[in-house]
């Protein structure tokens, strides 16, 4: 069972309100703060090797003139997200609103997901810019034994703080599932966390799909009166979409592991909180192919004696291959991204 709680409520006008806030905060930050990476010299380095320790010769072909373009602009997203929260919780205590964002019930925990994430992924972009030698990044085991111990602090608040044991099965009810929804709710953020992670491989198309899937929930969120939930996914929105409007082609700056993880792991999040787990896969559908594309490579490659299903993974990168461009790849996944985003609304609403 879900414990219940009062909802507390804001408007329709004043999450646009607050998203429209998100959105300018982040354009008027983005002058100084990517004058900050470039003086710090927190840039992009290309990829020496694939996953498997191949070259990666594909990606250095259609990347190379991005050596050196700022990173690290996740922190630009969740900062403009946590200060528009706190400004809405100074616009109530001073008695100008009834309600805040910053609500226990349905915030804190998306909050927490996207603050943690983001260090995390900052801790992996300075190592990545910075680390010795060849290698780049933090290595795979503190990486995601950091992921699991932030979703197990997740998992314990859904089952024991708010009483979370069911999945909703669309079109059919309720399933009970007990103790199993802890491993459930770490596949479920580690998954999400690292398919987006994958997916922000060119310019605009992760953030792109972001402000898809944020808005998705947004309105899930809304139709299930989980209202400050809808509102934060709408000031997530703004955010992104005030990076994004310089990260379409050419990028000025890319969000790195800070922003990709970060925002993965709060969609997944989110999609737990309006028990959404199976709308998740339409709702992210791109991100899911992504994410099944690099496991389809590595296994044809260690199964198959070094033998490659697409010419490079992840899916974006295949395309790329495929002489493409940049842009075109981007605005096509957008379009599908966007086509199955629908299918989830109207199956989270309707089913």
């Known amino acids: 069972m879900i414990l219940e709680v009062p909802r507390p409520e804001i408007s329709v006008l004043a999450m646009l309100g607050y998203a429209f806030f998100a959105f300018v905060v982040g354009l008027m930050a983005t002058p100084w703060f990517v004058s900050f990476l470039r003086r710090n010299r927190l840039g992009k380095q290309l990829r ?14 259609y990347h190379k003139d991005k050596f050196g373009t700022p990173t690290m602009g996740g922190v630009l997203i969740w900062s403009s ?13 001073a008695g100008f609103v009834e309600h ?56 314990w608040w859904f089952a024991v703080k708010l009483g979370y044991d069911q999945v909703h099965v669309p079109f059919y009810g309720d399933v009970f599932v007990g103790w199993w929804y802890v491993p459930l709710f770490l596949f479920v953020l580690v998954g999400t966390a690292n398919a987006v992670n994958v997916t ?28 400050i939930l809808s509102g934060f996914c709408i000031v997530t929105v703004g955010a992104i979409a005030a990076f994004l409007w310089h990260n ?13 993880l970060a925002l993965g792991g709060t969609l997944g999040v989110i999609a737990l909180m309006t028990d959404s787990i199976l709308v998740l896969p339409l709702v ?4 899911v ?13 260690k199964w198959r004696g070094g033998k490659k299903v697409f010419r490079a993974a992840p899916l974006h990168h295949h ?33």
């Open 81 to 93: 997200i946590l200060l528009t929260v706190l400004f809405s919780r100074v616009l109530a205590y």
């Open 248 to 260: 379409v082609p050419p990028a000025l700056f890319f969000m790195g592991d800070t922003g990709s």
């Open 200 to 227: 922000d491989g060119l310019d605009g198309l992760a953030a792109g799909l972001l402000v898809i899937a944020f808005l998705s929930f947004g309105v899930i969120a809304f139709v299930e009166g989980k209202i």
């Open 284 to 287: 992210g559908f791109v991100f």
């Open 100 to 155: 805040s964002l910053l609500q226990r019930g349905e915030v804190y925990l998306p909050l927490f997901t996207l603050l943690s994430m983001g260090i995390l992924g900052v801790v992996d972009d300075y190592w990545n810019i910075f680390g010795l030698g060849k290698k780049k990044g933090l290595d795979v085991l503190p990486k995601i034994s950091t992921l699991l111990l932030i979703s197990l602090a997740g998992a």
């Open 319 to 351: 395309f790329e291959a495929l002489e493409w461009g940049e842009s075109k790849v981007t605005m096509r996944l957008w379009i599908i991204g966007a086509f199955f985003a629908f299918l989830g609304i109207l199956i989270g609403v309707f089913g």
């Open 48 to 61: 020496v090797e694939t996953v498997d320790g191949k070259e990666a010769a594909i990606f250095r072909k």
């Open 289 to 301: 192919l992504e994410m099944l594309s690099v496991i389809v490579q590595l296994s044809s490659k």
